[in-house]
């Protein structure tokens, strides 16, 4: 269920060519929505009527669950839910060729922003349209970056600022799927091997519907067909909340920018 290249996944090698393009060493290879209360009847005197008898309609799925539906039915709607909200925010941690990440990321149509870390050592994403901002800490220079010197120069020449670069760079595209939660989406929920239902039950607080491959779960919320959380082998798993509620990105200030074309990428 979970793409092992994943945008996130990706980021590995992104951030790779950002280290050497700095001109350091080779580098080391979720929401519950509320509900308004009903308002208790005041109790008030009225002539009493017939009493008619109105049949009770028989027990069944609510009309909106998508429970009783196929396992492929049920994720062809979660990915049609998925990609029609408006913006959602993404957290969790997932593996990747060896590397352990961990996100918090808000996506919506045209950008995303968020925190990020690769085995420990973080930065932060802004990515709007057709350009990115990374923030990233002396930790994770120094993580990539062998060579001490070389560490210490890339750390003080960047001196915690905004790195701003453009996605036109094939080696930078990766970072596009930020921008997008349309096109992340399209990497993350493909099935591997059979597809099959599990029981439902409540994740997250949410009424959710699992659907099971040979790499993990995708718990999906019966009433509105969209993502709840997303596990995948070991402790990897990804949360989806707050559908429709996250505002759009913004630049960081420009004096905390500085132009990526000045450290050489």
Do not use: H
Request: glycine share 10%; net charge positive.
């Amino acid at each position: 269920m979970l793409k092992r290249r994943t945008a996130a996944g990706a980021m590995v090698g992104v951030l790779a060519v950002l280290v050497a393009g700095c001109g350091g060493s080779d580098p080391a290879t979720s929401d519950s929505l509320g509900t308004t209360p009903t308002p208790t009847p005041t109790a008030t005197s009225v002539t009493p009527s017939p009493v008619v008898t109105v049949p009770k309609p028989p027990a069944s799925t609510p009309a909106s669950s998508i429970a009783g539906l196929s396992a492929t039915k049920i994720l062809a709607k979660t990915q049609a839910a998925a990609k029609a909200a408006t913006s959602v925010r993404m957290k969790g941690s997932m593996s990747d060729d060896g590397d352990r990440i961990v996100l918090d990321i808000r996506l919506g149509k045209a950008g995303g922003q968020g925190t990020m870390s690769i085995n420990g050592a973080a930065f932060s994403l802004i990515v709007l349209d057709r350009t990115a901002y990374l923030k990233i800490s002396d930790k994770f220079w120094r993580a990539q970056i062998k060579d001490k010197a070389d560490a210490d120069a890339v750390i003080a020449l960047v001196g915690g600022r905004w790195i701003k670069t453009p996605l036109t760079d094939k080696d930078l595209g990766e970072l596009a799927a930020f921008a997008s939660k349309p096109k992340f989406f399209d990497t993350l929920f493909e099935p591997t091997g059979t597809l099959r239902k599990t029981a439902p039950r409540t994740v997250d607080g949410v009424s959710a519907i699992g659907l099971r491959d040979s790499d993990g779960t995708l718990w999906v919320d019966t009433a509105t067909a969209r993502p709840v959380r997303l596990e995948s082998s070991g402790t990897d798993a990804l949360t989806f909340t707050e559908y429709n509620q996250v505002t759009a990105p913004k630049a960081p200030p420009a004096a905390q920018v500085i132009d990526g074309k000045a450290l050489g990428m």
